[in-house]
């Protein structure tokens, strides 16, 4: 009797090694991948920056290899031209389909020129490894690097996408290369149906199969339901978010002046840090929220789950901002649901799909304080049916969000194609 053949690696391309603290979902995956058996090989695009929080559940991510992390370097431009000389016809193929696709994009050209000698260096030590499959998460450069070295190994190769990735129409991060890569991936996921929608709209009917929806998954042990927190009649808010134009945040402290004004009693802890901070800082003094408002610092994903459980309410007045960007489902969201607590946001893109109006939470229109202030006060005055909002987002993130039964759905999607 012969023993089982041991599985084949997979290589994931994401955007840093060690991995950004934005992105918590990438690596919740990457530990389910790993923990299931499959050897894990990591190919960060760069070094991650050394960042003030750094999530605890991270230590979970134990890969088999981690391929250098330098973007270029004196021995990857030498092992780039071995990897040219090895396969110059795939080499030129790909190149050229890549180049093509980003048409008169200055800025798509320069993005394929930068993470070309990692690409091919990146094939060339992998050449013995026996990879059996590539994935990216993100749809934008990462996946381009994944098309790359999947071609010169004669791999199949896929990716996840997320928001600003498909979304954004700036020219500077605009994806010219999308439709390119999902043409000639053997799979594309997305976060959200709606996602799938834009990206299946790439693909001729006969190829649209190809594209599947597998959701995001978070740590169920980590954020679990929690008793409903002693109020003293005020209602606590929560919001976490990275502090930039497509999360709404000034939207969110707009609404709290109307609260204010209202009578409506409340308490908002606003988490974060991002391009915005100063804007909004001085919105804050403006309009005087100093004692209702609390403006905090970014915080890991242990102290979130504390965070949710002690509030009673998770308010994110997502948008599109002028670049065309917008949030494809908040992981936030899903953790407040998690812990029980009912989601107030905006109908855009996939959220609707998590925050189901009237049933997990309130949906109000983008850029309109007046409805979110409504929507926090029906909750202030029926805290009845702000529990039962939460209780139903629990089931639903149950059903729906689990990283170990997520990330089993990405590895069935994978195995369609990598043996």
Not at 391 to 402: I, K, N, S, Y
Request: proline share 7%; net charge positive; hydrophobic share 45%.
């Amino acid at each position: 009797m012969t023993s089982a053949t041991p599985a084949r690696p997979i290589l994931y391309v994401i955007p840093a090694y060690p991995p950004l603290g934005s992105q918590p979902f990438v690596v919740n995956e990457m530990v389910e991948v790993a923990r299931s058996g499959r050897p894990l090989f990591v190919l960060g695009l760069r070094p991650g920056p050394p960042e003030p929080v750094r999530h605890g559940t991270f230590e979970a991510l134990r890969p088999t290899a981690v391929l250098p992390a330098r973007l270029v370097d004196a021995s990857t431009l030498g092992l780039a031209v071995l990897a040219a000389l090895r396969w110059p016809g795939r080499t030129l193929a790909v190149l050229a389909g890549l180049h093509r696709a980003a048409g008169a994009n200055p800025y798509a050209h320069l993005r394929l020129l930068a993470i070309t000698p990692k690409a091919l260096a990146a094939a060339w030590r992998l050449r013995r490894a026996g990879i059996a499959h590539v994935h990216a998460h993100f749809a934008s450069t990462t996946a381009d690097c994944a098309a790359i070295v999947a071609r010169l190994l004669g791999v199949p190769y896929s990716f996840t996408a997320h928001a600003y990735d498909i979304y954004s129409t700036d020219l500077r991060v605009r994806n010219d290369t999308l439709a390119w890569k999902a043409r000639h991936a053997a799979r594309v996921i997305a976060i959200s149906d709606y996602g799938a929608g834009v990206l299946r709209a790439l693909l001729p009917p006969a190829e649209q199969g190809r594209v599947r929806t597998v959701r995001v998954g978070i740590p169920l042990e980590l954020f679990q339901p929690a008793p409903w927190p002693e109020d003293g009649g005020a209602l606590r808010l929560l919001s976490v978010a990275r502090w930039c134009e497509k999360k709404g945040l000034d939207t969110l402290l707009d609404a709290c002046a109307l609260l204010r004004e209202r009578g409506v009693l409340f308490e908002l802890r606003l988490f974060g840090d991002g391009p915005l901070r100063e804007a909004l800082t001085a919105q804050w003094r403006r309009l005087g929220l100093a004692e209702a408002v609390e403006l905090g610092g970014p915080i890991p994903q242990e102290e979130v789950a504390r965070q949710m459980r002690a509030c009673h309410v998770f308010v994110l007045p997502c948008r599109r901002d002028r670049t065309g960007d917008m949030d494809g489902i908040p992981t936030v969201f899903m953790e407040a649901m998690a812990t029980g607590r009912p989601v107030v946001s905006c109908a855009i893109s996939g959220i609707g799909e998590l925050v189901r109006h009237e049933e997990t939470g309130l949906l109000t229109r983008p850029d309109d304080p007046a409805a979110v202030a409504d929507a926090i006060a029906r909750l202030a005055a029926d805290r009845g049916l702000a529990r039962r909002l939460g209780a139903r987002g629990r089931e639903l993130v149950e059903a729906q969000h689990d990283q170990r039964r997520n990330a089993r759905a990405v590895l069935a999607v994978l195995a369609e194609d990598a043996s």
